[in-house]
């Protein structure tokens, strides 16, 4: 039965009304004065009005907003806090078209990506207007999707035209292209049975930060490396990544390395790592449990070269112990973001001289070298 309601009880009611939602609606109720203290003086009944207008205060201070004034918010909200980057155009399949406002670059809530974690995701460097590397990250990004057990909305010459297209329109000449696959929006469930149809987006971002080169130090990651199954594809699922980044940043250190389950060198958060010996070969981990990087494949083709003019004596992909990988004389990181960076110290053991290695130096030179001039096969131009 309901208590009575006297100035007591309201009082108790507007006690608890913070921390249980229930009351919380009925003190809302209750401030639009249907209730009536059972004989109140004057002085206490505008007590309990004011009260009553406070409480109903406390939730009406988030304004119910238009489609248009959460774009201009979105919109705002970017321009306000201060950023080297900038987002020129976004490609969403939802829309069916691309944006260049901040304000419209958004994807559903109910999107299976962003409840779930199921969705992939690549890159592909832009550099003086052309796509570096795209056929080599696509094929990569489509292996991901079939993993992930996602069917793309499109093949992949459909897909590499809406890219192209997305810079394009973006009139960004250098910068970064990413790109998601997901199985869409659907209705918030675990299985994605309920998501009508996968989806792609894209988005092109202008880094004004100028690019660093500078040699780095690496700690041993103690956040557990993710499964071969989950380690080979590009998934969203970079929870373990960002953990292991923070705990670099943490500790004063640029990355943290994983190693795999037999205790070998494995990969960076986002980079691959390789290795110059003591007797000049260059060693790389293979890329059974880990990441296969576009940019540390395309090393290994160029440090073809390096045989060729015998700066290095040979090149090999094998398991690399801690050992081996701290005696080395040149150790680097090797991605689209950091491209080729040495690593001057690992934990407490200082690499090499600890100084960029002639190595690592000429192998990044390739690598720039081959963003700027390679062949058509690694480089698509942009129909601005
Ligand atoms: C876990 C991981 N390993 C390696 C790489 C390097 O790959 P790529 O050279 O294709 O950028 C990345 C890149 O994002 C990564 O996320």
Redesign the pocket.
Known sequence: MAAPLNLQNMQLIFANHQSNPRIQTTAFHFSQFRLRPTSPRRSQFHVIKNSLIEASHVYDDVPLLSASEAIERLRSSRESCKRTLRYLAMYSSVFGGIVTDEGAMVIPMDDHMVHRGHGVF??AAIVDGYLY?LE??LD?FLGSADKAKIKPPFDKQTMKRILVQTVSASSCRNGSLRYWLSSGPGDFQLSPSGCHLSTLYAIVIQDQSPPSYKGIKVITASIPIKPPQF?IM?SVN?LP?VLSKMEAEENGAYAAIWLDEQGFVA??????VAFVTQDNVLLMPPFDK????????RVLELAGDLVKNKKIRGVQVKDVSVEEGKEAQEMML????VVVRPVLQWDDKIIGNGKEGAVTESLRNLILDDMKSGPSTVRTAIPY
């Open positions: 690549d890159t590397e080599q990250h990569r380690a590009k970079y990544n990969e960076g958060p986002n980079m691959n880990i990441l296969s990087g576009c940019t540390a494949k090797i991605g689209s973001g």
